[in-house]
């Protein structure tokens, strides 16, 4: 079994900073892209930022300055590093990563963390 370990969430005020740690843990051969997804109440899950394995990220231009992505490969590890925080990024964050597992070795899959809620106060 192959699953995205969250953490790093929880409630700040605005202008304020929170970093997120994601690990895939199990029977991994390898993983591709590594990255986060936020869905805030009723909006659709959208993109904040992904990294491939060379370490090139793309960062959503709504946090671009702001969040800064980075992977710790050796550890199957992803951070997202956030500052000056505000309201518009409450929101459950959700780790994502393209990965083969040790049974399924035939292609990529795209696996979710279980999410971890963000919440900025103003």
């Known amino acids: 079994q192959v699953q995205l370990v969250e953490s790093g969430g929880g409630l700040v005020q605005s202008g304020g900073s929170l970093r997120l740690s994601c690990a895939a843990d199990g029977h991994i051969l390898s993983i591709s892209t590594m990255g986060w997804y936020r869905q805030a109440p009723g909006n659709q899950r959208e993109l904040v930022a992904v990294i491939d394995i060379g370490g090139n990220p793309n960062i959503e231009d709504r946090v671009q300055g702001r969040f800064t992505i980075s992977r710790d490969t050796a550890k199957n590890t992803v951070f997202l590093q956030m500052n000056n925080l505000n309201p518009d990024d409450t929101a459950v964050y959700y780790c994502?990563?393209?990965?083969?597992?040790?049974?399924?070795?035939?292609?990529?899959?795209?696996?979710w963390g279980q999410g971890t809620q963000v919440t900025v106060s103003s």
């Open positions: 994502y990563a393209e990965m083969r597992a040790l049974y399924d070795v035939q292609a990529y899959r795209p696996y």
